[in-house]
DNA sequence: GATAATCCTTCCAATGATTGGAAGGTCAAG
DNA sequence: CTTGACCTTCCAATCATTGGAAGGATTATC
């Protein structure tokens, strides 16, 4: 296959096999003939797929690289592949969290504010620091 | 004050102070007479203060820009500010349910991996495609 | 007034994953 | 041999931020 096929058949497009392919995250691909052309094979697809796979599950490169390190070796020990995704799941934990508390901050601004034709502001009053209404409850 | 002064005062590093003047956030400081460095005032620790702020809430260099006009305009509605932050509030909406549906897929899998010092491992077998517990429930 | 220490200046590069485009080479079909 | 679709490499941009280098300005001290 041509990169143009294995990209569709994997879901992993060929800018990003290319890219893959120059960190060295996949093998350098055999080349056609005149040495043109990158050539895959089904086992390629493969790999690509456990790529996308992983991406979209949030790791990132070089994750990913172990995770690719721990599919290819039979002698690996499922707690070394389980202790990638629990600290893959401790990362999503914080972001979510940063997100949520981002999230409750902004919802209790917007609650405050008429959003209507005037210009009083609560939240604009927030962001520049005047208090507002959630001081120290005094 | 110096640069390094109002990055303290403000919570925005010199860095990042230059940086929002050449893109345009902030207005060009004044100089010192000799015509190096730069001097700042109290309100443009006000006005650095706002961007941190809101930089803190998740918003883009775009969307502080937007604020700050908000701000500066007497005359804004606050209809517009709001919309704003409603506009951001889907925008976290969307980004934790990305998080979170990576977090429960991640949890189903860590959930059934053994995790010991044998190969098996389910979590590498879902990544790499096979069937394995979530298939059409047949 | 020399010197040292600290600050500032500009410019360039890297991050991480991805996309875009340009300029040109290769292959398959007709 | 042309056409068109595909491929190649290389360079640049994204977004916000950080790092460093090389050098100039200011301040304090002697």
Redo the contacts between chains.
């Keep these: 296959m041509n990169i143009g096929e294995v990209a569709r058949a994997s879901g992993v497009s060929a800018k990003m096999i290319r890219y893959y392919e120059s960190i060295g995250l996949i093998e350098a691909a055999k080349r056609k003939g005149s040495g043109a052309y990158r050539v895959y094979s089904d086992g390629d697809v493969?790999v690509l797929?456990?790529i996308r796979?992983?991406r979209?599950?949030?790791f990132t490169v070089a994750e990913i690289a172990n995770?690719l390190r721990?599919?290819q070796?039979?002698?690996?020990?499922?707690?070394d592949?389980?202790?990638l995704?629990?600290a893959?799941?401790a990362d999503?934990?914080t972001?979510?969290e940063e997100?949520?508390s981002?999230?409750r901050?902004?919802?209790h601004?917007?609650m405050n504010?008429?959003?209507?034709?005037?210009?009083?502001?609560p939240?604009?009053d927030?962001?520049?620091?005047k208090a507002c209404c959630h001081g120290n409850g005094g």
């Design positions: 493969h797929r456990f796979r992983s979209d599950l949030g995770l721990l599919w070796d039979r002698r690996r020990a499922s707690a592949v389980k202790s995704v629990t893959k799941i999503l934990d972001r979510i997100l949520l981002m999230k901050t902004l919802e601004l917007a504010c008429n959003g209507d034709h005037r210009p009083d502001c939240i604009l927030d962001l520049s620091g």
